[in-house]
Every structure is written in C-alpha cells, then in structure tokens.
C-alpha cells in the first residue's frame, strides 16, 4: 500500500486560534468551569478532550452562571447572542475565526448600502446562522440553485452575494452562476468568501485524488469542510471515506491491501489523529508514506484583544505566542509526527 499524505491538511489558522483560546483560558482561570458557546470547532476529538479538561460546552447563553467565562466558537455568534452574553454579564472571550467576521462586515456594509444579501450556506449551520444574524432583514439563504425561484428581490439591481467560509468551491460555482444567470448585476463578494483554507484543501484534493484508489478524510461528520474534501474526491471520480480516527477504518475498504491511499484532514482535525491513521495503515497493510506538497500555508491569527490584556493582566509570560505547526516527520515509511507545539512544548491534545 502506498499513502499519499497531503498538505496542506487540518488545523487552519482560525481552528488553531480557537483551540489555543480555549487552552489559554484553561491555563487562566484554573479551577474555574470555562464555558463554550457551541463547538469550539466541529471536531469530536476536540470537544471531547475539552470535555475531559472540564469545559461544558452550550447551546444557550441561559446555561451561563452570571459572571462566567464564556467563549465564543471559530464559527461566529448572531448580535443576539453577544447582547444576551452582555445582559448576563458573562466575561465574553470571542474566538470567531477572523475570516468568518470578513463575511459578517461584508454583510453589514452591503445592507447599510441598501443591498440585499443573498447568503450561499447550509442554513442550519452555525457560521450561517451567525452571519445572516447580523443583518436578518436584508439576507436570504441560498442553499442551491433550486432556492432561487423562491427568493424575494425588491431591486434586481442591489444585490450581493456572499458565502460560507467552508463551502466546496465546486458547489459553490455553480449557484453563483445560477444566481448571475437569474440576476446579472448581482454583485460579488470583493474578495472570495470561502477561505484560504478551505480552498487550498480541497484543491490539494482535486489535484491528487486522481492518483488515488481511495481518499480517506479525517474528520467529523458536523465538519462542513471535511464532508466537503470527501465529495470533491467523488466529483473527480476517487471513492472517499470519512473517519474521526484510525478506528474508522474498515477492511472492507481495501481489496487488496496495495491501493494507493490519499490521507487528508479538515480543517478541525487535530494532526495526532493523521499520524494515528497512517500508522493503522503501515501496521497492518505495510504502507509506504509519500507527503505529497501542493501549498505551503503561513497564516496565523492573534488571540482576541481581551483575552490577551486578561493575559497580561494576570502577568502571564508570552503573551504574544504564536502556534506554530512542525512539519510532519517522515521516517522510514513511518509516519511519526503529532505536530502542534506551543512555545516548544508538545501540545496535542487539540
Ligand atoms: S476553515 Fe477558514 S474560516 Fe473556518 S476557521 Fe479555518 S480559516 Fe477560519
């Protein structure tokens, strides 16, 4: 067997930045119950290990005790739920991913400038939902092209779109094209909505999954840019699996035992769980691993702005630390990397 390992794959800068919100908070406020309003990230293993920290993860602001700590996702929060958070007087830590807030001030200018805003998303989905609360009056969702008959328009003329930070760009395309066919003055986003991330992941797909007799995703299945990598494998004609961890892998899947694998990771999949998958698969079928470079990323985004004064406040030393991502070790065949260090320290609990 022969696995291709992709990069980029997991964590993103905004993943990352969330993750390392909550850690800090942890490491803040020992003693102290940290709460989180959703997912930090959509990640079982993530959340999971959160959990087992003590952290108890919400759905509601009401679940807050007064004067909590609470944190904000990666994914984005509607005004409604930093306004209840405030009039509870909860200590608010907001880890939205900074591109997901991009979308969020887009929404808000355009809507301001008498726009409407017509929002390509899975409704349901948390980032949505934050984004088209900010401005509720003037967004519509799009989920796909059949929406777009039942859209109400006032002025075919002041139309925008915007998107989901984690859409597949394949998807994505082709409800813009709808839409510009339906409305052709609609405008664009001024940069693409769907971030770095996201598109270097799926790209890396799309370039190497040819190669491959199968993709297996790692990642959960609420991860919207995990299930994403698996069907931009299958539109390349490459079947694709998604797993949280090693223990997902089914024999079935391998007929003969020397397929060639491509080995990739959402954005929220911590890099432990890659190493774990690659070493089930040298363990038991003697795999061969080739890393396999389509993009280099070097984002990182700061912590939030209180959260950093809360830091300094505390005189916590290093409080400007960065993450920064190790590249994977490859020795003999055996992939041995698990790769989030902090400051030099090993830190992959995610
Ligand atoms: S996937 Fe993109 S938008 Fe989402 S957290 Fe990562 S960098 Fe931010």
Redesign the pocket.
């Known amino acids: 067997m022969r696995i291709m390992l992709t990069n980029p794959r997991g964590f993103?800068?905004?993943?990352r930045m969330?993750v390392d919100v909550v850690d800090r908070v942890l490491d803040l406020f020992p003693g102290e119950t940290v709460y989180v309003y959703h997912e930090i990230?959509h990640n079982t293993h993530v959340v999971g290990r959160f959990r087992g920290r003590g952290v108890v993860f919400v759905e509601r602001v009401e679940e807050v005790p007064r004067g909590a700590i609470l944190v904000f996702s990666?994914?984005g929060i509607p005004p409604s739920v930093r306004q209840q958070a405030a009039e509870r007087g909860v200590q608010a830590i907001d880890a939205t991913?900074?591109?997901?807030t991009k979308v969020h001030s887009e929404a808000i200018r355009y809507a301001r400038q008498g726009y409407q805003v017509l929002l390509i998303g899975h409704r349901h989905h948390q980032?949505v939902v934050g984004t088209s609360g900010e401005v509720p009056e003037a967004t519509q969702v799009v989920e796909s092209a059949a929406d777009i008959a039942g859209l109400r328009i006032d002025d075919p003329e002041k139309l925008v779109y915007l998107t989901q930070?984690?859409l597949s760009t394949d998807d994505a395309g082709v409800v813009i094209e709808a839409l510009r066919a339906a409305f052709p003055k609609i405008k664009s986003p001024p940069s693409e909505d769907i971030?770095?991330?996201?598109t270097n992941r799926q790209q890396a797909v799309r370039v190497l999954a040819p190669e491959a007799d199968l993709v297996v995703v790692i990642g959960s299945t609420n991860s919207s840019?995990s299930v994403r990598l698996t069907e931009i494998a299958e539109n390349v004609g490459t079947a694709a699996r998604l797993v949280d961890d090693a223990a997902g892998l089914e024999d079935s899947w391998f007929a003969t035992g020397d397929e060639t694998v491509l080995v990739t990771a959402g954005?929220s999949a911590p890099e432990d769980l890659v190493a774990g998958v690659c070493r089930a698969l040298v363990e038991k079928y003697g795999a061969t691993i080739e890393c396999r470079d389509v993009f280099e990323e070097d984002?990182e985004f700061a912590l939030p702005g209180n959260l950093r004064r809360m830091i300094k406040e505390r005189g916590v030393a290093g409080a400007d630390r960065r993450i920064r991502v190790e590249k994977p070790v490859v020795t003999a065949g055996v992939y041995g990397a698990v790769a989030l260090t902090v400051e030099g320290r090993r830190k992959d609990e995610g």
């Open positions: 993103c800068a905004g993943v969330a990230v990666a994914h991913c900074p591109l997901v980032e930070t984690t971030c770095y991330a996201t840019n954005a984002m």
